[in-house]
Structures are given as C-alpha cells and as structure tokens.
C-alpha cells in the first residue's frame, strides 16, 4: 500500500511541476497470447531461455527454483528452497543460474541445467530483482536505485539512482528486472505498471499500465498481495512473457502506445 500512496502522490504533485520535461509516453500490451500459469507460484523472477521459463517463487517455506513448460504451465524441474530463505529475482549468466533472496543477503548460484547448487554470494541489504546485461547484473533493492554488479564475484561496481522526469523516485517500487538492450524493464511493486528505464542514464523512457490484463473477476479471485511482477524477454520472437504473484494466466506480449 505504502508503494502505491507514493506513486500517486509521486505523480499527481510532483509530475506537473516538470513542465519543461517532454513527458513520459504511456504503454499497454497488446496480448499475442495467453498460457495457463500455475496459481500456487508466488513469482519473484522470470526468465525465458531455450524454450522454457525459468521462475524463482517467494515466500517463507515455499519458495522454489523451476524450470517451467511453458504450455502447459507446469514445473518439470522443482527445487524447493530451504525454509530460512524467500526467494526473490532470477537470472542467468552463462551456464549458471543467480537467485536472490530477500533479507538473508545471500544469492545462490545454481547449474543451468541440473539445479546443482554450486556456491553462495554475500550482499548487503535486501534483494529484490536481477538482470543481466552481457556485461554487468543490474539488481533492485527496495530503495530507489538500481546496483551494477560483477557478474561472477557480485561485487558492487555502481550504484544510480531511477529518475522520472527529473525526480527520483520513491521507494519500494523497482521489483522484478528484465534487461533487453539499452533498456531495463522494472515491475513498479505492489502496482500495475512496469517502468522501461534507460540503463545508462537511470531516466525512466516509458510507463506501461497493464492493468487491463486480467477482469474485474478474475481480480476478484486473488489472495491479497497477488499483484504484477514478472517478465521474460523472449529475442526470438521480440515478445515479453509477463505474469503476476499467484496469477493463473501469463501473457505474451509487445509494449505498444496507449
């Protein structure tokens, strides 16, 4: 709730008096099509590679490390975490996978293939969402900024803030991360909007509002907390696979004006 207060009053206060700015276009997606996705994953990370999805779940004593069948929806790998840890963002540098976890301050490093769980990374903080440019891991953290990592020891490189139009922003917005080009793509939490942010400069370049993806009636079916996080790049296709906590459907989509 706290995340949502902050970006209306972030946008309705602070937005109209960055009149010199260009404003930020707005985005939906258009839906190309729609695959079951299963009820019980509280998504934390989603990635698509080799034609799977790859999906970290949270919550204390049921996050999950999966490699998902994309039609039918269900895990035909499982790896379930031990109960100390809620696992958060996802990603894959080379042929190993990186998980985070939210306040134990540790990543675990997997296999690509097998799950095998080969080492553990320190960081300080909370962990959020991960993504991987080919050179850096960008990674959020509850705050406003956006940390540039070494991909294999994790070291912090950078750390910049996330501005739109000239303001950073709150808090406790910048989620699950998908880095396609120059761009990194950022669950705005607790919200329905994604962020397409420029990585080089931290400017937020367009707003997605995908609020119209599920009903009012299928809305009405989600446990409190069910909200958007989740996307996949697919480069084959140019398509973005994008799900929520505990959703039955996951979308393929592209970003095009409102």
């Known amino acids: 709730m706290k995340g949502i207060i902050a970006l209306v009053l972030f946008i309705v206060f602070i937005l109209p008096l960055q009149a010199q700015a260009p404003p930020v276009p707005v985005l939906v997606p258009e839906v190309i099509r729609v695959y079951p996705h299963d009820a019980a994953a509280f998504t934390q990370g989603l990635i698509w590679r080799a034609g799977y999805l790859y999906e970290s779940t949270g919550l204390w004593g049921s996050s999950s490390l ?49 799950f095998e769980l080969l080492r553990s990374l320190d960081y300080d903080g909370e962990g959020w969402g991960l993504c991987y440019d080919g050179r850096y891991l960008f990674m959020s953290d509850s705050t406003s900024f956006l940390s540039l990592r070494d991909p294999v020891s994790f070291e912090l ?12 922003i709150p808090p406790q917005l910048l989620n699950e991360l998908e880095c396609v080009g120059e761009h990194i793509y950022a669950n705005a939490w607790n919200t329905d909007y994604i962020f397409r942010i420029d990585k080089f400069s931290g400017q937020i370049t367009a707003i997605i509002d995908a609020s119209a993806l599920l009903s009012t009636a299928e809305r009405a079916e989600l446990a409190s907390g069910s909200v958007l996080n989740g996307i996949a790049w697919n480069p084959q296709s140019e398509t973005f696979y994008i799900t929520g906590k505990n959703w039955p459907k996951l979308f393929e989509v592209v970003f095009v004006a409102s």
């Open 66 to 114: 999966r490699r998902v069948d994309i039609e039918s929806g269900r895990p035909e790998q499982l790896l379930p975490l031990a109960d100390a840890y809620f696992a958060e963002g996802l990603e894959r540098v080379g042929d190993q996978l990186i998980q985070l976890t939210w306040r134990a301050g540790k990543a675990f490093v997997y296999d690509f293939e097998t």
């Open 157 to 168: 490189v950078f750390r910049g803030a996330v501005t739109l139009e000239g303001q950073v």
